[in-house]
């Protein structure tokens, strides 16, 4: 099997790690959504990682999502709305057993492409790296975290080594775990209690300490809602984490803070949306999850 990473989605994590993949020294090539945004790259001349105050530029090979060249193994890190779509460009170039990373926040997309690629391996990741895109083809590196791996099949337990062996290599910190569905709702649960706030009040991540009685009243029904969706490892200590997670990374804008700022469409759906939808599913009383998607669907939506 060809050790080539394609990467599609360049934004802050994609860019991230074919930067790190390609220092490395493993193969890397870029797959950009068409001819002009390729050239947009050419006149870019590459992607820019800055780390402190280095700043280092990576000339990756790209091409469009249309090209044939045959993929054995393939980052998806584009938003969540995109990932399907996406996936359909290039699923028939993905070699038979090609291992597929889907890199997405909240839940949802990925299991809807996972569906779709029965040909694949394909393996869920949540990270807590921090990194955000400075501009186009640009991206800081704001904070070094932890990536948990895991097959999207759960009767599928043995790690893919070589592609594990590629992240020790290139410094990317992970973990394989044999109940990834457990993370990404604990994830889940995390960007729920975190992003959509920091929307509402216009703030950093730190400033919801600013606001303890409505993030401990998020994270109950958070907590709740886990356990009713039969995950209470996830549910387990939520609070004391996202009050963690507020105070490590109080300087930093969330994804969803900078997806507003910047003018793009947010992943609202595939968090509160999915959360939301799992709580009428399993006839779960969240009134005050509910209350909160319906004041930040009203502010993403002023004129």
Known sequence: MSRTWHVLG???????????????????????????????Y????GLRLIEGD?????????????????????????????????????????????????????????QAVARMLPQARCLYASTTEGAYRASDFQTVFAGQGLT???????????????????LVQAGIAHQWTDDIESRLWRKLALNCAINPLTVLHGCRNGALADHPDEVAALCAELAKLLRACGQ????????????????????????????????????????????????LDHQCEVPGLQRLQARLTKALHKP
Do not use: F
């Open 148 to 166: 948990w791996l895991g097959d999207a099949d759960p009767g599928r337990a043995e790690a893919p080594v070589a592609l594990l062996a590629d």
């Open 42 to 45: 050419h006149d870019a001349g």
């Open 10 to 40: 360049v934004g802050s994590l994609g860019a991230l790690w074919a930067c790190r993949l390609d220092r490395a020294g493993v193969p890397v090539q870029l797959l950009l959504r068409n001819t002009a945004r390729l050239q947009a």
């Open 54 to 110: 280095q700043t280092r530029v990576h000339c990756l090979p790209a091409t469009t999502a249309n090209s044939d060249e045959p993929i054995t193994r393939l980052l998806l890190a584009c938003k969540a709305y995109d990932a399907q779509a996406a996936i359909t460009r290039i699923a028939d170039r993905l070699a038979p057993g090609a291992e597929v990373i889907l890199l997405q926040n909240g839940m949802g997309s990925q």
């Open 232 to 279: 209470t490892a996830a549910a387990d200590g939520l609070h004391e984490e996202v009050q963690r997670v507020i105070q490590a990374t109080a300087a930093n804008y969330s994804s969803m803070y900078q997806d507003v700022d910047q003018g793009r469409r947010t992943e609202v759906d595939y968090l509160l949306g999915y959360a939301c939808t799992a709580a």
